[in-house]
Protein backbone atom coordinates (compact mmCIF):
# COMPACT_ATOMS: atom_id res chain seq x y z
CA UNK A 1 0.00 0.00 0.00
CA UNK A 2 2.30 2.78 -1.09
CA UNK A 3 1.21 6.25 -3.05
CA UNK A 4 2.02 6.87 -6.92
CA UNK A 5 2.07 10.00 -9.00
CA UNK A 6 3.17 10.13 -12.75
CA UNK A 7 2.47 14.17 -14.40
CA UNK A 8 3.01 15.30 -17.62
CA UNK A 9 2.52 18.90 -18.62
CA UNK A 10 2.07 21.00 -21.89
CA UNK A 11 4.49 23.93 -22.90
CA UNK A 12 7.71 22.39 -21.31
CA UNK A 13 6.49 23.85 -17.79
CA UNK A 14 7.43 22.45 -15.03
CA UNK A 15 5.95 19.89 -12.96
CA UNK A 16 8.70 19.15 -9.91
CA UNK A 17 5.93 21.23 -7.19
CA UNK A 18 2.85 19.21 -8.81
CA UNK A 19 4.52 16.01 -8.12
CA UNK A 20 5.66 17.24 -4.90
CA UNK A 21 2.32 18.42 -3.76
CA UNK A 22 0.74 15.28 -4.98
CA UNK A 23 2.90 13.25 -2.73
CA UNK A 24 2.01 15.23 0.41
CA UNK A 25 -1.88 14.02 -0.20
CA UNK A 26 -0.62 10.63 -0.18
CA UNK A 27 1.62 10.64 2.54
CA UNK A 28 -0.98 8.83 4.32
CA UNK A 29 -0.26 5.66 2.19
CA UNK A 30 3.68 5.64 2.85
CA UNK A 31 5.17 7.52 5.33
CA UNK A 32 8.51 5.77 5.39
CA UNK A 33 10.57 6.64 2.08
CA UNK A 34 9.87 8.42 -1.08
CA UNK A 35 11.41 9.56 -4.32
CA UNK A 36 10.64 11.13 -7.30
CA UNK A 37 12.01 10.80 -11.27
CA UNK A 38 11.84 13.72 -13.69
CA UNK A 39 13.13 13.89 -17.62
CA UNK A 40 14.16 17.18 -18.89
CA UNK A 41 13.80 17.88 -22.58
CA UNK A 42 15.28 21.09 -22.63
CA UNK A 43 18.90 20.47 -20.88
CA UNK A 44 18.62 16.51 -21.67
CA UNK A 45 18.55 15.51 -18.41
CA UNK A 46 16.95 12.92 -16.18
CA UNK A 47 17.01 13.25 -12.14
CA UNK A 48 16.40 10.17 -9.81
CA UNK A 49 15.92 11.54 -5.94
CA UNK A 50 14.86 9.09 -3.30
CA UNK A 51 15.18 9.38 0.48
CA UNK A 52 13.82 7.58 3.95
CA UNK A 53 10.84 9.76 5.56
CA UNK A 54 7.74 11.59 4.54
CA UNK A 55 7.70 13.11 1.03
CA UNK A 56 7.41 16.51 1.96
CA UNK A 57 10.61 16.60 3.89
CA UNK A 58 12.83 15.04 0.69
CA UNK A 59 11.18 17.43 -2.41
CA UNK A 60 10.66 20.14 -0.54
CA UNK A 61 14.65 20.32 -1.45
CA UNK A 62 14.18 20.00 -4.79
CA UNK A 63 12.17 22.23 -5.96
CA UNK A 64 14.59 23.81 -8.39
CA UNK A 65 14.48 20.86 -10.47
CA UNK A 66 12.94 21.73 -14.21
CA UNK A 67 10.98 18.74 -15.83
CA UNK A 68 7.85 18.52 -17.69
CA UNK A 69 7.28 14.86 -17.00
CA UNK A 70 8.12 12.62 -14.12
CA UNK A 71 6.59 10.40 -11.33
CA UNK A 72 7.15 10.10 -7.62
CA UNK A 73 6.16 7.84 -4.71
CA UNK A 74 5.74 6.99 -1.44
CA UNK A 75 6.44 3.88 -0.10
CA UNK A 76 4.76 1.69 2.66
CA UNK A 77 6.62 -1.45 2.29
CA UNK A 78 4.86 -4.21 1.64
CA UNK A 79 7.92 -7.03 -0.02
CA UNK A 80 11.58 -6.41 0.19
CA UNK A 81 13.68 -4.43 2.38
CA UNK A 82 13.63 -1.09 3.83
CA UNK A 83 16.65 1.39 3.39
CA UNK A 84 17.10 4.19 0.36
CA UNK A 85 18.04 1.86 -2.07
CA UNK A 86 14.57 0.39 -2.02
CA UNK A 87 12.86 3.22 -2.03
CA UNK A 88 11.02 3.94 -5.25
CA UNK A 89 10.88 5.00 -8.93
CA UNK A 90 13.42 2.77 -10.15
CA UNK A 91 15.24 3.63 -13.44
CA UNK A 92 16.57 1.62 -16.34
CA UNK A 93 18.99 3.58 -18.50
CA UNK A 94 19.29 0.94 -21.12
CA UNK A 95 15.62 1.48 -22.00
CA UNK A 96 15.02 4.71 -20.42
CA UNK A 97 11.85 3.46 -18.71
CA UNK A 98 11.98 4.63 -14.75
CA UNK A 99 8.33 3.15 -13.28
CA UNK A 100 6.48 3.57 -9.56
CA UNK A 101 4.39 1.25 -8.48
CA UNK A 102 1.46 0.44 -5.62
CA UNK A 103 0.80 -3.12 -4.93
CA UNK A 104 2.96 -6.19 -4.15
CA UNK A 105 4.52 -8.34 -6.51
CA UNK A 106 4.30 -12.20 -5.71
CA UNK A 107 6.36 -14.08 -8.12
CA UNK A 108 9.51 -12.20 -7.50
CA UNK A 109 11.78 -15.09 -7.22
CA UNK A 110 10.57 -16.51 -10.38
CA UNK A 111 11.96 -13.76 -12.16
CA UNK A 112 15.09 -13.55 -10.21
CA UNK A 113 15.72 -17.06 -11.04
CA UNK A 114 14.90 -16.80 -15.07
CA UNK A 115 17.30 -13.18 -14.69
CA UNK A 116 19.75 -15.65 -13.08
CA UNK A 117 19.63 -18.04 -15.88
CA UNK A 118 20.88 -15.20 -18.44
CA UNK A 119 23.23 -13.67 -16.02
CA UNK A 120 21.22 -11.02 -14.91
CA UNK A 121 20.44 -10.43 -11.24
CA UNK A 122 18.35 -7.59 -9.29
CA UNK A 123 20.28 -5.08 -8.05
CA UNK A 124 17.73 -4.13 -5.33
CA UNK A 125 15.31 -5.57 -2.84
CA UNK A 126 12.02 -3.88 -3.99
CA UNK A 127 9.52 -5.11 -5.92
CA UNK A 128 9.20 -2.39 -8.31
CA UNK A 129 12.44 -3.13 -9.67
CA UNK A 130 11.49 -6.85 -10.80
CA UNK A 131 7.96 -5.37 -12.42
CA UNK A 132 10.19 -2.68 -14.09
CA UNK A 133 12.84 -5.07 -15.42
CA UNK A 134 10.15 -7.48 -16.85
CA UNK A 135 8.52 -4.55 -18.78
CA UNK A 136 12.42 -3.37 -20.21
CA UNK A 137 13.43 -7.05 -21.74
CA UNK A 138 9.86 -7.18 -22.80
CA UNK A 139 9.87 -3.76 -24.54
CA UNK A 140 13.40 -4.53 -25.68
CA UNK A 141 12.10 -7.57 -27.27
CA UNK A 142 8.94 -5.96 -29.53
CA UNK A 143 11.61 -3.08 -30.47
CA UNK A 144 13.80 -5.36 -31.39
CA UNK A 145 11.54 -7.78 -33.39
CA UNK A 146 9.94 -4.23 -34.57
CA UNK A 147 12.86 -1.71 -35.42
CA UNK A 148 10.24 0.62 -37.16
CA UNK A 149 7.38 0.44 -34.77
CA UNK A 150 6.05 3.22 -32.49
CA UNK A 151 7.37 3.26 -28.80
CA UNK A 152 4.06 3.54 -27.14
CA UNK A 153 3.26 0.26 -29.65
CA UNK A 154 6.22 -1.60 -28.32
CA UNK A 155 5.47 -0.13 -24.65
CA UNK A 156 1.50 -1.31 -24.80
CA UNK A 157 2.40 -4.77 -25.87
CA UNK A 158 5.30 -5.44 -23.42
CA UNK A 159 2.99 -3.81 -20.82
CA UNK A 160 0.27 -6.54 -22.14
CA UNK A 161 2.75 -9.29 -21.34
CA UNK A 162 3.61 -7.63 -17.87
CA UNK A 163 0.11 -8.29 -17.02
CA UNK A 164 -0.11 -11.88 -18.30
CA UNK A 165 3.10 -12.78 -16.82
CA UNK A 166 3.25 -11.19 -12.89
CA UNK A 167 1.28 -12.31 -10.48
CA UNK A 168 0.06 -9.90 -7.68
CA UNK A 169 -1.30 -6.35 -7.53
CA UNK A 170 0.43 -3.62 -9.30
CA UNK A 171 -1.64 0.08 -10.61
CA UNK A 172 1.69 1.59 -11.86
CA UNK A 173 3.46 4.74 -13.25
CA UNK A 174 5.96 5.15 -15.89
CA UNK A 175 8.09 7.95 -17.91
CA UNK A 176 9.95 7.41 -21.14
CA UNK A 177 11.40 10.52 -22.98
CA UNK A 178 8.23 10.60 -25.16
CA UNK A 179 5.86 10.92 -22.70
CA UNK A 180 3.74 9.51 -19.45
CA UNK A 181 2.52 5.46 -18.93
CA UNK A 182 0.29 4.17 -16.64
CA UNK A 183 -1.45 0.82 -16.10
CA UNK A 184 -3.11 -1.35 -13.54
CA UNK A 185 -3.33 -5.33 -12.92
CA UNK A 186 -6.27 -7.08 -14.61
CA UNK A 187 -7.78 -7.31 -11.40
CA UNK A 188 -7.43 -3.82 -10.31
CA UNK A 189 -6.61 -4.54 -6.75
CA UNK A 190 -5.13 -1.25 -5.88
CA UNK A 191 -6.72 2.52 -6.74
CA UNK A 192 -5.60 5.23 -9.77
CA UNK A 193 -7.48 7.62 -10.97
CA UNK A 194 -6.51 10.41 -13.73
CA UNK A 195 -7.25 14.43 -13.97
CA UNK A 196 -6.66 16.98 -15.87
CA UNK A 197 -5.95 20.83 -15.17
CA UNK A 198 -6.23 23.97 -17.39
CA UNK A 199 -4.70 26.69 -16.56
CA UNK A 200 -3.47 30.43 -18.37
CA UNK A 201 0.17 28.92 -18.18
CA UNK A 202 -0.43 25.55 -19.94
CA UNK A 203 -2.02 22.40 -18.93
CA UNK A 204 -0.83 19.75 -16.85
CA UNK A 205 -2.39 15.93 -16.46
CA UNK A 206 -2.08 13.51 -13.42
CA UNK A 207 -2.32 10.10 -12.43
CA UNK A 208 -2.36 9.40 -9.05
CA UNK A 209 -3.75 6.87 -6.29
CA UNK A 210 -6.30 8.90 -4.48
CA UNK A 211 -8.58 11.37 -6.11
CA UNK A 212 -7.60 13.89 -2.76
CA UNK A 213 -4.58 14.47 -4.60
CA UNK A 214 -6.13 15.78 -7.67
CA UNK A 215 -8.59 18.07 -6.00
CA UNK A 216 -6.43 19.64 -3.45
CA UNK A 217 -3.99 20.26 -6.65
CA UNK A 218 -6.97 21.79 -8.64
CA UNK A 219 -7.41 18.89 -10.88
CA UNK A 220 -10.56 18.09 -12.38
CA UNK A 221 -10.89 14.21 -11.61
CA UNK A 222 -11.67 12.66 -15.25
CA UNK A 223 -12.04 9.36 -14.29
CA UNK A 224 -10.49 5.83 -12.61
CA UNK A 225 -8.19 4.00 -14.81
CA UNK A 226 -9.94 0.59 -15.28
CA UNK A 227 -8.56 -2.81 -14.33
CA UNK A 228 -6.33 -4.10 -16.92
CA UNK A 229 -6.06 -1.28 -18.68
CA UNK A 230 -2.92 0.89 -19.74
CA UNK A 231 -2.40 4.11 -21.40
CA UNK A 232 -0.21 6.91 -22.92
CA UNK A 233 -0.29 10.84 -22.39
CA UNK A 234 1.95 12.58 -25.07
CA UNK A 235 3.18 16.47 -24.49
CA UNK A 236 0.21 17.11 -26.44
CA UNK A 237 -1.67 15.49 -23.27
CA UNK A 238 -3.76 13.21 -25.69
CA UNK A 239 -4.62 10.15 -23.91
CA UNK A 240 -4.35 6.59 -25.52
CA UNK A 241 -5.85 4.13 -23.17
CA UNK A 242 -6.54 0.83 -24.11
CA UNK A 243 -7.73 -2.11 -22.14
CA UNK A 244 -5.15 -4.70 -22.35
CA UNK A 245 -6.17 -7.80 -20.18
CA UNK A 246 -8.93 -7.82 -18.25
CA UNK A 247 -10.47 -10.05 -15.30
CA UNK A 248 -12.94 -9.84 -12.50
CA UNK A 249 -12.11 -6.91 -11.24
CA UNK A 250 -10.82 -7.12 -7.03
CA UNK A 251 -10.43 -3.26 -5.85
CA UNK A 252 -9.24 -3.99 -2.45
CA UNK A 253 -12.38 -2.77 -0.30
CA UNK A 254 -9.84 -2.28 3.23
CA UNK A 255 -9.24 1.27 1.14
CA UNK A 256 -12.47 1.91 2.05
CA UNK A 257 -12.50 1.46 5.60
CA UNK A 258 -8.99 2.06 6.35
CA UNK A 259 -6.30 2.68 3.98
CA UNK A 260 -7.72 5.60 1.89
CA UNK A 261 -7.94 9.42 2.98
CA UNK A 262 -11.58 10.20 4.03
CA UNK A 263 -11.95 12.96 1.59
CA UNK A 264 -10.98 10.82 -1.77
CA UNK A 265 -13.73 9.04 -3.74
CA UNK A 266 -13.20 5.27 -4.55
CA UNK A 267 -15.45 2.64 -6.47
CA UNK A 268 -18.14 5.41 -7.42
CA UNK A 269 -18.35 6.72 -3.59
CA UNK A 270 -16.96 8.96 -1.06
CA UNK A 271 -14.69 7.66 1.57
CA UNK A 272 -16.69 9.16 3.91
CA UNK A 273 -19.76 7.62 3.15
CA UNK A 274 -18.61 4.24 2.65
CA UNK A 275 -17.12 4.91 6.48
CA UNK A 276 -20.52 6.30 7.59
CA UNK A 277 -22.75 3.68 6.35
CA UNK A 278 -20.43 1.48 7.91
CA UNK A 279 -20.85 2.99 11.70
CA UNK A 280 -24.66 2.41 10.76
CA UNK A 281 -24.62 -0.94 9.62
CA UNK A 282 -22.64 -2.04 12.84
CA UNK A 283 -25.25 -0.36 14.88
CA UNK A 284 -27.72 -2.34 13.19
CA UNK A 285 -25.87 -5.56 13.91
CA UNK A 286 -25.40 -4.84 17.19
CA UNK A 287 -28.84 -3.53 17.75
CA UNK A 288 -30.08 -7.39 16.64
CA UNK A 289 -27.89 -9.34 18.28
CA UNK A 290 -27.49 -7.93 21.45
CA UNK A 291 -30.18 -5.24 22.39
CA UNK A 292 -29.37 -5.85 26.09
CA UNK A 293 -25.86 -4.27 25.70
CA UNK A 294 -26.81 -1.26 23.95
CA UNK A 295 -28.70 0.25 26.76
CA UNK A 296 -25.47 -0.42 29.03
CA UNK A 297 -23.61 1.82 26.63
CA UNK A 298 -22.60 5.45 28.12
CA UNK A 299 -20.30 6.62 25.62
CA UNK A 300 -19.01 5.61 21.97
CA UNK A 301 -15.55 6.69 21.56
CA UNK A 302 -13.76 6.52 18.14
CA UNK A 303 -10.01 5.26 18.26
CA UNK A 304 -8.54 8.13 15.78
CA UNK A 305 -8.32 8.28 13.40
CA UNK A 306 -9.96 6.35 10.07
CA UNK A 307 -13.10 5.38 12.40
CA UNK A 308 -14.81 8.83 13.17
CA UNK A 309 -17.23 8.98 10.35
CA UNK A 310 -18.57 5.28 11.12
CA UNK A 311 -18.42 6.37 14.93
CA UNK A 312 -20.16 9.22 14.64
CA UNK A 313 -23.02 7.32 12.46
CA UNK A 314 -22.81 4.42 14.92
CA UNK A 315 -23.73 6.72 17.79
CA UNK A 316 -26.36 8.79 15.97
CA UNK A 317 -28.09 5.54 15.13
CA UNK A 318 -27.84 4.27 18.42
CA UNK A 319 -29.39 7.28 20.24
CA UNK A 320 -32.24 7.82 17.26
CA UNK A 321 -33.39 4.05 17.85
CA UNK A 322 -33.14 3.81 21.94
CA UNK A 323 -34.63 7.42 22.56
CA UNK A 324 -34.68 6.43 26.60
CA UNK A 325 -30.70 5.51 26.73
CA UNK A 326 -28.08 8.25 27.29
CA UNK A 327 -25.96 7.40 24.74
CA UNK A 328 -23.41 9.96 24.29
CA UNK A 329 -20.39 10.54 21.63
CA UNK A 330 -16.74 11.53 22.45
CA UNK A 331 -12.81 11.79 21.82
CA UNK A 332 -11.52 11.17 24.98
CA UNK A 333 -8.59 9.70 22.85
CA UNK A 334 -5.93 11.74 21.50
CA UNK A 335 -3.29 10.92 18.97
CA UNK A 336 0.17 12.35 18.63
CA UNK A 337 -0.59 14.55 15.11
CA UNK A 338 2.61 13.88 14.04
CA UNK A 339 3.06 9.88 14.52
CA UNK A 340 2.51 7.77 11.87
CA UNK A 341 0.21 5.23 11.18
CA UNK A 342 0.79 2.56 13.67
CA UNK A 343 -0.88 -0.52 11.43
CA UNK A 344 2.43 0.26 9.10
CA UNK A 345 5.31 -0.14 11.27
CA UNK A 346 7.87 -2.64 10.12
CA UNK A 347 8.16 -5.04 13.25
CA UNK A 348 6.04 -6.06 16.26
CA UNK A 349 8.52 -4.15 18.53
CA UNK A 350 8.56 -0.79 16.34
CA UNK A 351 4.27 -1.49 16.33
CA UNK A 352 4.22 -2.21 20.55
CA UNK A 353 6.46 1.16 20.80
CA UNK A 354 4.45 3.86 18.97
CA UNK A 355 1.19 2.29 20.00
CA UNK A 356 2.37 2.98 23.75
CA UNK A 357 4.03 6.33 22.68
CA UNK A 358 1.00 7.94 20.38
CA UNK A 359 -2.13 7.77 22.41
CA UNK A 360 -3.34 9.11 25.65
CA UNK A 361 -6.96 8.71 27.38
CA UNK A 362 -8.55 11.27 28.84
CA UNK A 363 -9.54 9.78 32.34
CA UNK A 364 -12.41 12.41 33.20
CA UNK A 365 -14.10 11.54 30.55
CA UNK A 366 -14.60 7.90 30.69
CA UNK A 367 -13.75 7.05 34.91
CA UNK A 368 -16.54 5.13 36.03
CA UNK A 369 -18.69 5.29 32.51
CA UNK A 370 -19.40 2.20 30.04
CA UNK A 371 -17.46 2.34 26.99
CA UNK A 372 -18.11 1.66 23.42
CA UNK A 373 -15.27 1.60 21.22
CA UNK A 374 -15.02 1.94 17.64
CA UNK A 375 -12.37 0.92 15.56
CA UNK A 376 -11.98 0.74 11.61
CA UNK A 377 -10.49 -3.22 11.93
CA UNK A 378 -8.42 -5.55 14.38
CA UNK A 379 -5.00 -6.91 11.84
CA UNK A 380 -2.47 -7.68 14.94
CA UNK A 381 -4.34 -6.26 17.81
CA UNK A 382 -1.77 -4.25 18.76
CA UNK A 383 -3.74 -0.37 18.84
CA UNK A 384 -6.77 -2.17 20.41
CA UNK A 385 -4.95 -4.06 23.31
CA UNK A 386 -2.86 -0.64 24.07
CA UNK A 387 -5.64 1.41 23.87
CA UNK A 388 -8.05 -1.36 26.05
CA UNK A 389 -5.19 -1.09 28.83
CA UNK A 390 -5.09 2.62 28.81
CA UNK A 391 -8.96 2.99 29.54
CA UNK A 392 -9.21 0.52 32.28
CA UNK A 393 -6.35 2.24 34.14
CA UNK A 394 -8.24 5.81 33.58
CA UNK A 395 -11.07 3.89 35.11
CA UNK A 396 -13.85 2.92 32.55
CA UNK A 397 -16.15 0.43 34.03
CA UNK A 398 -17.13 -1.52 30.65
CA UNK A 399 -15.13 -1.67 27.40
CA UNK A 400 -17.40 -2.56 24.78
CA UNK A 401 -15.21 -2.88 21.11
CA UNK A 402 -16.73 -3.02 17.49
CA UNK A 403 -14.93 -2.98 14.42
CA UNK A 404 -16.09 -1.38 10.67
CA UNK A 405 -14.27 -4.64 9.10
CA UNK A 406 -14.95 -8.26 9.52
CA UNK A 407 -12.25 -10.44 11.01
CA UNK A 408 -9.15 -10.44 9.37
CA UNK A 409 -7.89 -14.37 9.20
CA UNK A 410 -5.72 -14.82 6.51
CA UNK A 411 -2.40 -12.97 5.28
CA UNK A 412 -2.45 -10.11 2.22
CA UNK A 413 -0.49 -10.20 -0.96
CA UNK A 414 -2.44 -7.79 -2.79
CA UNK A 415 -0.39 -4.85 -1.03
CA UNK A 416 -0.65 -5.01 2.97
CA UNK A 417 2.50 -6.05 5.02
CA UNK A 418 1.13 -9.14 6.41
CA UNK A 419 2.78 -11.92 5.14
CA UNK A 420 2.56 -14.62 7.89
CA UNK A 421 -1.04 -15.92 9.48
CA UNK A 422 0.83 -15.95 13.23
CA UNK A 423 0.80 -12.01 13.28
CA UNK A 424 -3.06 -11.81 12.77
CA UNK A 425 -4.92 -12.20 15.84
CA UNK A 426 -8.10 -13.30 14.36
CA UNK A 427 -5.91 -16.11 12.65
CA UNK A 428 -4.41 -17.21 15.50
CA UNK A 429 -7.22 -17.35 17.59
CA UNK A 430 -8.99 -19.52 14.42
CA UNK A 431 -11.18 -17.19 14.23
CA UNK A 432 -12.80 -17.73 17.71
CA UNK A 433 -14.25 -14.15 18.49
CA UNK A 434 -14.49 -14.63 22.22
CA UNK A 435 -10.78 -15.72 22.28
CA UNK A 436 -10.21 -12.49 20.76
CA UNK A 437 -12.05 -10.57 22.95
CA UNK A 438 -10.35 -12.43 26.04
CA UNK A 439 -6.99 -11.64 24.56
CA UNK A 440 -7.74 -7.75 24.12
CA UNK A 441 -9.55 -7.61 27.70
CA UNK A 442 -12.65 -6.47 26.58
CA UNK A 443 -15.97 -7.05 27.93
CA UNK A 444 -17.68 -7.70 24.81
CA UNK A 445 -16.22 -7.65 21.12
CA UNK A 446 -18.30 -7.26 17.90
CA UNK A 447 -16.86 -7.49 14.69
CA UNK A 448 -18.56 -6.42 11.30
CA UNK A 449 -20.05 -9.61 9.96
CA UNK A 450 -18.15 -9.57 6.30
CA UNK A 451 -21.82 -11.10 4.54
CA UNK A 452 -23.19 -7.79 6.11
CA UNK A 453 -20.45 -5.58 4.69
CA UNK A 454 -20.60 -7.00 1.29
CA UNK A 455 -24.67 -6.50 1.41
CA UNK A 456 -24.64 -3.30 3.10
CA UNK A 457 -21.56 -1.39 2.99
CA UNK A 458 -20.23 -1.89 0.01
CA UNK A 459 -24.00 -3.15 -1.47
CA UNK A 460 -21.77 -6.26 -3.20
CA UNK A 461 -19.81 -4.46 -5.85
CA UNK A 462 -17.18 -6.85 -6.67
CA UNK A 463 -14.01 -6.49 -4.40
CA UNK A 464 -11.19 -8.06 -3.11
CA UNK A 465 -11.92 -9.13 1.01
CA UNK A 466 -9.32 -12.30 0.57
CA UNK A 467 -7.79 -11.17 3.71
CA UNK A 468 -11.41 -11.64 5.71
CA UNK A 469 -12.83 -14.91 3.56
CA UNK A 470 -9.20 -16.50 2.35
CA UNK A 471 -10.36 -16.40 -0.89
CA UNK A 472 -7.54 -15.38 -3.13
CA UNK A 473 -7.92 -14.12 -6.65
CA UNK A 474 -4.18 -14.67 -8.16
CA UNK A 475 -2.00 -17.20 -7.88
CA UNK A 476 2.22 -16.52 -6.35
CA UNK A 477 3.69 -18.00 -9.78
CA UNK A 478 2.62 -17.70 -13.33
CA UNK A 479 2.64 -21.07 -14.80
CA UNK A 480 4.55 -20.33 -17.99
CA UNK A 481 8.32 -18.13 -18.18
CA UNK A 482 7.56 -14.42 -16.79
CA UNK A 483 11.16 -13.26 -19.29
CA UNK A 484 10.91 -12.91 -23.39
CA UNK A 485 13.03 -15.62 -24.93
CA UNK A 486 16.72 -14.76 -25.57
CA UNK A 487 17.19 -13.96 -29.33
Known amino acids: MCGIVGVISSEG???VGDIGNGAHFLQHRGPAYAGLF??????RRATLEKGEGLADDIFKQLGHLEGDLGIAQTRYKTFGAGGVENAQPFFDPLTGIALAHNGHITNVSQIEAELGERNQALAANCDAEALLRVLSLWFEHFRSSDPDAEEKE????AITETQQRV????????VTPTGLYAFRDPHGFRPMVR????????????????TLALEQNGFQVEEEVPHGAALFVGRNLEVDERILIQRDPRPCAFELIYFADVESEM???SIRSYRWRAGRVLANH???TAPELV???DLVVPIPHSPIPGAEAFAQKLEKEFEDTAIQYATPVSKYRYGGRIFMEETQEARDEAAMLDFRVDAKAVKGRNIFLVDDSIVRGTNAAHIVRAFRAAGAKKIFFGTLWPMVIDSCFQGINTPTQKELIGARFNGDTDEVRMELGVDALYYMPEEVFVENVIRSAPACMACTTGKRAVKFEHAGPVLPPVC
Open 13 to 15: RSV
Open 154 to 157: AVFR
Open 267 to 269: MGN
Open 286 to 288: LMA
Open 38 to 43: LFDPTH
Open 295 to 297: KEI
Open 195 to 210: GRRTRSGGNTLMITSE
Open 167 to 174: TGAFSAVA
